[in-house]
């Protein structure tokens, strides 16, 4: 079963906007952290937001007031709403999960993951 559905990547100009979703099961969904995180060619995995069950975000500082975190209890979705998009911003772009007590972008080790959705931004 997939626990985890990444969707609403794209290519955009720099500048632009875009919205990812992530489809979550409702067991992978009530974890106690959920997170975005992204993975550019030659680079190593890095943490981009992440939301506590309780609603508490954190963003790492490159994104700070141009990405937003949020989640939809309703119907198990997260989201990242992505404004002022730089070509920096270029990579494949993860969903994940995690079930223990530690909710923040530099902790990569999620337990579970999506498949990715790749998002690439052009000068």
């Known amino acids: 079963q997939v626990q985890l559905l990444e969707s609403g990547g794209g290519s955009v100009l720099a500048g632009g906007s875009l919205t990812l979703s992530c489809a979550a099961t409702?067991?992978?969904?009530?974890?106690?952290?959920l997170g975005w995180f992204r993975q550019a060619p030659g680079k190593e995995r890095e943490g981009v937001a992440t939301?506590?069950?309780?609603?508490?975000?954190t963003y790492t500082d490159s994104v700070k007031g141009r990405f937003t975190i949020s989640k939809n209890d309703a119907n198990y979705t997260l989201y990242l709403q992505m404004n002022s998009l730089k070509p920096e911003d270029t990579a494949m772009y993860y969903c994940?999960?995690?079930?223990?007590?530690?909710?923040?972008?530099?902790?990569?080790?999620?337990?579970?993951w999506g498949q990715g959705t790749q998002v690439t931004v052009s000068s």
């Open positions: 409702e067991y992978t969904y009530g974890s106690y952290c």
């Open positions: 994940a999960a995690e079930r223990g007590w530690v909710c923040r972008p530099e902790k990569t080790d999620f337990g579970y």
């Open positions: 939301i506590r069950i309780d609603g508490q975000t």
